[in-house]
């Protein structure tokens, strides 16, 4: 989506530091308790807490001052509050209570409450909550006008060696301690290697400790991680609800787990959305898409989906934006090009933004069925920006909902599969504005995440067996349970562009949005520079989501590309498809567990500040590490080993130890990849289409290393499109394990399968990385089996035939 610079009408928010000055000095002290219910309730010198178990590793806090009513209301929260066995002790200066994971400290004057889990001390309040004047509004021009407000604030003490992430999507390290962040989703047309503001901004902070701190508050407002230098996180907001959660584990699956547990897991997206995606901005005419879909073809580089942006409802982009209705001079025949498109295996998506403006076919329309935001006079309020004079759809009243999914609906009734959700931050939102259920700033962070759920709801209710296709710019902690699909915004095609996705994706997916992902080669500014092209997608193929991207002056598609480019972007692609059941697989850990598709180096090794800090080399999924090329003209790439295992290069077998640094040759043909010691890799052959994927011959590679006595892995497998297939018993998982002892290597497959799923045949054709010498014999199931041996490449190669049994096995004497 082209942009522009709107200085004239949302002034961005400077850099302050907020001095927290308490409106009124007198310290908060006990007074009374109460336990029952499944909660403690604290009676203050100036209201209440009170504070309850989720689990026994998320507790919740609240504050409800003195005078004011408890807004129980969350837009991020979904899990029940368990009955969870807690205790409560008096120890006359403080009040202990306390689960067998996390408990809690009140000391009771002043008043103070602090977190340990399982005797591990975690954080704890300053100060409590208290008043502050704030000299810079955080949202658009219309309160920012340098007068002070009133903010509500609360103070946490850090630890001085603390890493800090969270607060969103932005760009300015891994570990973002001493930055002061704006919560006010915003776009930041063409950013490169830094960004301070994008569009999920999310009031979440977690920390190295292994715990999470989520102020359960969508209103703009600030999060501050120690930008004054004095050991101290600090959330502010405009007002609203005073309540966090503390998130704690053993682990970083723990945290992110039990994080998503709380605010809902990813469902399951359809298998094309793992495919390839051909998209620009524009496809001007029916026949310009049907060309590409063609051409993809004819080039032999798989295409799962083609995406179209403004040009479906408009021949400009000024002036059309609201129409969301074919442009039928310019497609005539939609509906015969969807089918068309999917008799090829090619789903069809198309873009719609909030935005009506004054001169589209529907602005009467959306006028007389008051479906648009509002001034404070009740009438539509419309505004000027790029793309003309425009209304807000206001998508938290019913009106505005219905009329949108009655949209969304149609298109699905002719073969549209997918929803892209554009400028949902919104993009122009006037403080002004009001909505259904609150003022612009009150809601603005949640617009993307009520969006999404307009559409997954709207799925549920009309086509309750579909997994929707939802991609979205903005959204809200939790809005992952909605099966979003979030990208990175507009960011600059350059080779600072690219060094900023490793961090923006990792970081969204510690944070739930395990799809986060960008446009591949960039988005803005029309740069033609083949090696980062290439670069950028050989990293695509280890992102959750394969979608080049671009202004049109310098296509975005492998097939427009000259024919050396075109030849790297095949190879990618067809990498990323042979990858399908490791990838899919993946799908299905985030839906389960929470687990993201990308994984940060502190996943590893959480006690390395190294790794802390690190997103220059990342996991995918649990057993491959990746080192993405982000530099013009590199030769050389440093790559990090972590120490939990050995790791041999994905492309040579090269063995290399953990727990070193090492400078690795680069080649123009892939970027650095290595697969851990005892993973299993399964893989299958390049289809032209997901729909033609199935796991029915599985090429299952098993990396053998001396270090690596037990192994394991999986695979999933359903029809890649029923909703909640797995909850239903349509499915198989498959189970590798391996064991190491003496001199005998033993590999088993163990097949579970849903009460509604009919076993097929399937055969297997097993690659043993790192063999070294020819195995005395092999046997598959029980019986002495042919099999091969390179001695070059210390590769061996056996198969085992299709047959239905639920357990196979290959024993190696080596």
Not at 261 to 288: C, D, I, V
Not at 351 to 369: C, G, H, L, M
Not at 429 to 446: F, K, L, Q, W
Not at 738 to 747: A, D, I, N, W
Request: no cysteine.
């Amino acid at each position: 989506m082209i942009r522009i610079s709107f200085s004239q009408l949302a002034t961005s928010v400077p850099l302050v530091v907020l001095a927290l000055a308490p409106a009124a000095a007198a310290e908060r002290t006990f007074e009374s308790m109460v336990a029952a219910s499944g909660q403690l309730d604290i009676r203050t010198s100036d209201g209440r807490y009170v504070i309850k178990p989720y689990s026994a590793a998320i507790m919740e806090t609240t504050f409800i001052p003195a005078g004011e009513a408890f807004d129980p209301a969350s837009h991020a929260v979904v899990l029940a509050p368990a009955a969870v066995e807690a205790s409560v002790q008096d120890q006359g200066d403080r009040i202990e209570y306390a689960t067998a994971g996390i408990a809690v400290t009140i000391t009771k004057s002043p008043l103070r409450i602090s977190y340990t889990y399982k005797g591990k001390p975690l954080v704890a309040e300053k100060r409590g909550y208290l008043k502050v004047r704030d000299d810079v509004a955080t949202g658009s021009k219309d309160i920012n006008k340098g007068e002070a407000r009133e903010l509500d604030a609360i103070e946490f003490a850090l630890d001085a060696d603390e890493a800090l992430y969270g607060a969103g999507a932005r760009a300015v390290g891994m570990n973002r301690r001493g930055n002061r962040f704006t919560l006010y989703n915003k776009a930041d047309y063409g950013y490169g290697a830094t960004s301070r503001q994008l569009n999920y901004g999310m009031p979440i902070a977690m920390s190295s400790k292994l715990y999470a701190l989520h102020f359960d508050n969508a209103q703009t407002g600030y999060l501050d991680f120690d930008s004054r230098k004095d050991n101290s996180l600090t959330w502010e907001t405009i007002g609203g609800r005073k309540t966090y959660q503390v998130v704690a584990g053993d682990s970083w699956q723990d945290v992110v787990g039990n994080y998503t547990s709380l605010t809902g897991k990813q469902p399951l997206p359809p298998r094309w959305a793992f495919g390839n995606f051909a998209m620009r901005f524009g496809y001007h005419t029916e026949a310009e898409a049907r060309k590409t879909v063609n051409q993809f073809a004819l080039d032999d580089i798989p295409l799962d989906a083609i995406v179209m942006d403004l040009y479906w409802f408009g021949k400009e982009v000024k002036g059309t934006m609201g129409n969301l209705a074919w442009d039928k001079d310019n497609f005539p025949n939609p509906t015969g090009m969807i089918a068309d498109f999917q008799q090829q295996g090619v789903q069809t998506v198309v873009i719609s933004e909030p935005f009506v403006v004054n001169t589209s076919s529907r602005w009467q329309e959306a006028v007389d069925k008051k479906i648009l935001g509002t001034g404070p006079d009740g009438k539509p309020l419309s505004y000027d920006f790029f793309f003309g004079h425009t209304g807000l759809i206001d998508i938290f009243g019913a009106p505005g909902r219905d009329w949108l999914w009655d949209i969304y609906k149609g298109l699905r009734q002719q073969g549209v599969k997918g929803v892209w959700g554009d400028l949902g931050e919104p993009e122009l939102h006037p403080t002004a504005m009001r909505h259904a259920t609150g003022s612009a700033d009150e809601v603005h962070n949640i617009y993307g995440h009520q969006w999404a759920r307009l559409v997954a709801e709207g799925y549920q209710k009309d086509f309750p067996t579909e997994r929707p296709f939802i991609l979205m710019r903005a959204g809200y902690s939790g809005t992952q349970r909605y099966g979003i699909i979030p990208w990175s915004g507009d960011v600059d095609r350059s080779w600072g562009g690219l060094q900023s996705q490793p961090e923006i994706a990792l970081q969204m997916g510690m944070q739930g949005a395990g799809y986060m992902h960008s446009d591949l080669g960039g988005f803005a500014n029309p740069v033609e520079d083949d090696e980062l092209y290439a670069r950028w997608l050989q990293y695509g193929v280890f992102q959750p989501v394969f979608r080049p991207h671009a202004q049109e002056e310098v296509p975005s598609e492998p097939v427009y590309r000259n024919a050396a480019t075109k030849a790297l972007a095949r190879t990618a692609i067809r990498l990323r498809y042979a990858l399908l059941p490791y990838n899919y697989t993946l799908g299905f850990e985030n839906n389960q567990r929470g687990l993201p598709l990308m994984r940060p180096m502190v996943y590893e090794e959480p006690g390395n500040p190294k790794a802390q800090s690190m997103s220059s080399t990342y996991l995918w999924g649990k057993d491959f590490l990746v080192t993405p090329v982000m530099t013009k003209g590199a030769t050389t790439a440093d790559v990090y080993f972590p120490a939990t295992a050995a790791w041999f290069d994905f492309y040579t077998g090269e063995r290399h130890a953990g727990g070193a640094s090492k400078t690795v040759a680069l080649k123009a043909e892939h970027i650095p990849v290595y697969v851990r010691a005892g993973a299993f890799i399964p893989m299958t052959a390049v289809v032209q289409t997901t729909r033609d994927y199935n796991t029915r011959r599985i090429a299952l590679h098993y990396y053998h290393d001396a270090s690596a006595t037990a192994g394991s892995g999986q695979l999933y497998d359903d029809d890649g499109a029923t909703a909640q297939a797995y909850e239903q018993g349509k499915y198989e998982l498959l189970r590798f394990a391996s064991v190491l002892k003496g001199r005998t290597l033993t590999l088993n497959v163990a097949s579970e399968l849903g009460r509604q799923q009919t076993r097929q045949p399937r055969a297997f054709d097993v690659s043993v990385h790192n063999v070294a010498n020819k195995p005395a014999s092999v046997k598959v199931d029980g019986k002495a089996a042919a099999f091969a041996w390179d001695a070059a490449s210390k590769l061996l190669t056996v198969t085992l035939p299709a047959n239905m049994a639920a357990a196979r096995s290959v024993a190696i004497v080596l």
